[in-house]
């Protein structure tokens, strides 16, 4: 089945820095890719919606020069959190979309990435 | 709009016992359900999904969940609990595959 690649699982950076995180299809092309985070004991949260060679759609409230994603091809999106602070500490978890059209089926989650800020 | 009602934030039971996890969903368009299982610190996996067709599903681990439109419901369900099945389970809608709405997410004990 469909696979996708998360990496890295886990990251500890210090407050200022900026995080890259890697999110790639194995053994698909990935037309949409979704970046969620997810805050302890709570469900996860749409962050924005990234199309290969285009600009990412972000929700309401998530600041776009904050977290920059890049989904430079069909297999690879990149969500990077710049200086990092302590609030940013989170799980982040990116899905990939195999396909285009109504499926509703051909969604595929990576194994997420713990980010703790120091 | 869409969004997803999961009641009970922790469900407990005995091994053996019967699993149900209840999900209830708003939808102004036919909805395509989902749950996913979550192990600590780890992605999602896909259990099961409705998208058209039979209103019973199967799914992976001996799980089923029915769709009922009448009760906007997508309950999940497993005759026999097993100690693996703890985990926080995940109902989710979507429109026709497009954006997930999540629920707030079930977290399952299974006591031995």
């Known amino acids: 089945g469909a696979v996708v690649s998360q990496h890295p699982s886990r990251v500890i950076c210090k407050s200022g820095t900026s995080v890259k995180i890697e999110c790639r299809s194995l053994d698909f092309q990935a037309t949409t890719m979704f970046w969620y985070r997810q805050f302890p004991k709570q469900s996860l949260m749409l962050m924005a919606t990234s199309n290969e060679g285009s600009k990412a759609t972000y929700e309401q409230g998530v600041e776009k020069d904050k977290f920059l994603i890049n989904h430079a091809s069909l297999t690879l999106s990149t969500l990077t959190v710049t200086s990092a602070h302590p609030e940013d500490s989170s799980f982040y978890i990116c899905s990939a979309r195999e396909g285009t059209g109504p499926s509703g089926a051909g969604y595929t989650f990576g194994s997420g990435t713990r980010l703790t800020v120091v | 709009a869409q969004s997803v009602t999961q009641l009970g934030s922790h469900v407990s039971v005995s091994e053996g016992a019967l699993v149900l996890l209840r999900c209830n969903y708003s939808s102004s368009v036919p909805p395509y359900l989902f749950w996913y299982v979550q192990y600590p610190n780890q992605g999602l996996q896909l259990l099961l999904k409705?998208?058209?067709?039979?209103?019973l599903v199967k799914g992976i681990n001996g799980f089923e969940a029915e769709f009922k439109k009448s009760e906007t419901s997508f309950h999940l369900t497993k005759p026999s609990a097993h100690m693996s099945d703890a985990a926080e389970y995940f109902c989710?809608?979507?429109?026709?595959?497009?954006?997930?709405?999540f629920g707030t997410g079930t977290s399952l004990t299974v006591i031995p």
């Open positions: 409705y998208t058209t067709g039979a209103t």
């Open positions: 989710a809608v979507s429109s026709a595959g497009n954006q997930f709405y």
